[in-house]
């Protein structure tokens, strides 16, 4: 069941200020890496702050998400959702300063396909990289490959993700069966829908089981058609005699909608300019961080020898 | 391509190098001039020299470890014995810590010798009980292939006079040939008839395939009657952190499935039914609701 899943069980926490704190350490463990490791011309202003880091990471989850959304052949939306959870995940305890987010994200994406079943060649993947000729495309795949077993690695082994879509799904079907005061639950659907996708690009999938997000967006587009639902949870849910647990269920209602509502798009001028930061920090620093060897390395990250440089490559290859 | 070198090195040598190198008497070894005599060179047995060097070490220091598993109080003091052994083995095919190694194996050779003499003659006599069941096993198979050679001869034998007696009484008889060739036709059938049988009789003999004698009672007594708990069915329960989820069977009469697709001919073929994916999507809907991360 989800509580004793490994999703449940290791990458849930208690609320966003663990997450955030987490993001803040990695932060500093590259900065203290690079610190330390005596190179010269390292000042402080070269590295990225959180909320810049923040910025950037929000515009790949976007890069991401139109790549996938772009895919053919259709891309179902559980290897979405798990792609983006992976996303998230490996950042939560490494910096993007130390792994570049443009190759991330692809791998992230070909790991999805692979967990969730969608059965994809390797070739047909970095096809759909479509600005890129077909040699740019087989040097993607080589990266891919290359940051796939470090990016397994990094989840802790931990592939299965509960996507809320088959909650939402079943929740959908629970009211149709047990709720008739709602008539016409189908038309819940699309509101709905729209509210997991803007959660998948927040936290909320690291603090709250998906049959709870489901549960919110369905009550959430219910209430936005002016429809109320809260029998349904007294009544059918079983929630009548737990006033604890119900009033604990909508104050977790409460802390997602309020996720959504602080999430805030990334704006173009901000990204161009961290982006140029990020690709310094890159080019300077990260060559002496990224010296791969077969197997593994000392400080336990694992990952295979390097073909190329990353410099060659700028974010308007991708897409 | 045969035989190879001693402890200290390994290497191919085709026979008539290990000749030429030996007809002084006693030779060096090219690589590590070590001094070599002839009498260490065997015939190599494995493809990889190494293979052949690490058996041939592997003899020697099992001739001196030689304990058994019962020797042991206890099965962990056993792998550790073993775990030894191998240590042993690898240092000195590896030409680790050689000197070490070897001086360990005086010392225990020392001490326990009269164990390592015990179990040696323990071996033996186990190797020799086994040569003798083989011995038997092997006579037994020779006696009955002569047995059956015999009687295939027998056999021959027989045809060839009764023909050899047709010949003569159609030389000497007065009945008429066709008269004499049925007569011979009906003798020949009866022949073929009493083959037959005899090589479906059952030899006599005294023993079951087992090895139990025929006559001997062997005394079954009824099995121990173990007295124990009965098993008592306990259905599963599991914390699911939500509310209740209905039964899979129950799906249908509770009306779950009009609201899920029908499962077409196909499907139903394999084994689906939309009560499998109705089922699947409300347990996944309940599943964790109420979970609270502390």
């Not at chain 1, 990353?310 to 290859?317: G, I, R, S």
């Not at chain 2, 009469?253 to 394999?270: C, F, K, M």
Request: aromatic share 8%; with cysteine.
């Amino acid at each position: 069941m989800f509580h004793n899943s490994s999703h449940g069980k290791y990458w849930i926490f208690q609320n966003e200020d663990e997450a955030e704190h987490k993001r803040y350490k990695a932060n500093q463990k590259f900065r203290n890496k690079i610190l330390e490791s005596g190179k010269p011309g390292v000042s402080e202003s070269k590295f990225l702050e959180r909320h810049e880091e923040d910025v950037l990471f929000r515009h790949y989850e976007r890069r991401m998400l139109d790549f996938c959304n772009a895919f053919k052949p259709a891309m179902p939306k559980s290897v979405v959702g798990t792609a983006i959870m992976y996303f998230r995940r490996f950042y939560i305890n490494n910096s993007i300063m130390e792994y570049h987010p443009r190759i991330i994200m692809l791998t992230c994406a070909y790991l999805s396909c692979k967990v969730e079943e969608f059965n994809v060649s390797s070739t047909q993947f970095v096809g759909n990289l479509l600005q890129e000729t077909p040699e740019g495309q087989e040097r993607f795949l080589e990266q891919i490959l290359e940051y796939e077993l470090l990016l397994i690695q990094q989840l802790n082994f931990h592939l299965v993700v509960h996507n809320p879509y088959r909650p939402m799904e079943g929740l959908l079907i629970d009211l149709k069966t047990r709720y008739p005061a709602l008539e016409n639950p189908e038309s819940l659907r699309k509101n709905a829908d729209d509210f997991l996708t803007q959660a998948a690009m927040t936290d909320a999938g690291l603090l709250f089981p998906p049959s709870q997000i489901a549960l919110t967006a369905i009550l959430n587009s219910a209430s936005r058609a002016g429809l109320g639902m809260e029998s349904y949870l007294t009544e059918c849910l079983g929630l009548k005699d737990d006033k604890e647990t119900l009033s604990k269920m909508y104050e977790s209602m409460r802390r997602m909608k309020t996720l959504l509502k602080k999430y805030e798009l990334p704006k173009a001028e901000e990204v161009n300019v961290y982006k140029k930061k990020l690709e310094r920090i890159h080019a300077e620093f990260a060559s002496s961080s990224n010296k791969r060897k077969r197997g593994y390395e000392e400080d336990g990250h694992v990952a295979k020898e390097a073909r190329l440089a990353e410099e060659e490559w700028t974010d308007e290859d991708l897409l | 391509m045969g035989k190879i070198g001693a402890w200290s090195s390994e290497q191919d040598r085709c026979e008539n190098c290990v000749e030429m190198l030996f007809v002084r008497g006693s030779g060096n070894c090219v690589q590590c001039d070590t001094p070599l005599r002839k009498s260490n060179f065997r015939v190599q047995l494995f493809e990889d020299p190494t293979v052949d060097k690490e058996v041939e070490i592997r003899k020697k220091v099992l001739k001196i470890y030689n304990k058994r598993d019962f020797d042991f109080p206890s099965l962990r003091e056993y792998n550790d014995y073993l775990e030894q052994v191998e240590d042993m083995v690898y240092n000195l095919t590896n030409n680790i810590d050689v000197e070490n190694t070897k001086l360990r194996m005086e010392q225990y050779q020392r001490e326990n010798r009269d164990l390592i003499q015990r179990n040696k003659v323990k071996l033996t006599r186990e190797q020799e009980e086994l040569e003798e069941l083989l011995l038997l096993e092997q006579q037994g198979n020779e006696q009955r292939r002569l047995e059956l050679l015999q009687e295939e001869k027998r056999q021959l034998q027989v045809k060839r006079k009764n023909k050899q007696a047709l010949l003569d009484e159609l030389e000497q008889s007065k009945l008429p040939a066709t008269l004499l060739l049925a007569q011979h036709k009906v003798r020949a059938a009866q022949l073929e008839t009493q083959i037959e049988q005899q090589k479906q009789a059952v030899k006599p003999t005294n023993l079951f395939s087992t090895g139990i004698h025929m006559r001997q009672t062997v005394s079954l007594q009824p099995a121990p009657k173990i007295e124990e708990v009965l098993y008592h069915y306990m259905p599963l329960q599991v914390e699911t952190y939500g509310p209740p989820v209905p039964e899979l069977d129950q799906l249908g009469r509770l009306g779950y499935l009009n609201h899920v697709r029908a499962a077409l001919p196909q499907d139903t073929a394999g084994g689906y039914t939309s009560a499998l994916a109705c089922h699947r999507a409300v347990q996944d809907a309940f599943s964790g609701m109420f979970f609270m991360k502390r």
